[in-house]
């Protein structure tokens, strides 16, 4: 085998646009929580109900944003040779390593919003514990799709009982 050469794949630019819709709906409960606390008053701080709402929206809905551009900027992953890399993580940085003989199998989600974006996030199950899987979300759509038979392809490559 040749030294093969590999590439950091970053994230569609549009999952932004879906982390910033779950940033505003957090910040949205968060402020409806803080209004409806505002409104019974059991501090006694005399504050308008909208107000802190308001407020704590406008705090919540900029550090989602905030973390979400973050976010964004440090999630890569590299499709290797045996194992597929994986860095992310804004204020705990994570690098995960899948080893293809590991991976049992590989779904391609699509929710709502993900589809209405275009995208896709490949999710890669593996052996060896329960909740043991990694994903790789904000892919275009068919990114995912040809990344899923890719890590599929792979594995079944890595198969121990396909040597013998």
Do not use: C, K
């Not at 490949?122 to 899923?148: C, F, H, I, M, N």
């Amino acid at each position: 085998m040749g030294a093969e050469t590999y590439r950091m794949e970053d994230l569609h630019p549009r999952v932004r646009l879906l982390w910033t819709a779950g940033a505003f709906v957090a910040a949205a409960v968060l402020g409806a929580i803080a209004g409806a606390l505002a409104w019974f008053d059991p501090l006694s701080l005399s504050l308008p109900p909208l107000a802190v709402a308001g407020t704590v929206f406008g705090v919540a809905f900029v550090v989602g944003v905030t973390y979400a551009a973050l976010r964004y900027r440090l999630w890569r992953f590299e499709v290797r040779e045996d194992t597929l890399y994986i860095e992310r993580g804004v204020v705990t940085r994570v690098r995960t390593v899948v080893p293809y003989v590991r991976v049992q199998h590989v779904d391609n989600r699509r929710g709502p919003l993900a589809r209405l974006l275009g995208l896709g996030t490949v999710v890669v199950y593996t052996a060896g514990s329960r909740g043991a899987d990694v994903s790789v979300p904000g892919l275009a759509a068919e990114r995912a799709l040809a990344l899923q038979d890719r890590l599929r392809d792979l594995a079944i490559e890595s198969d121990p009982t396909d040597a013998v």
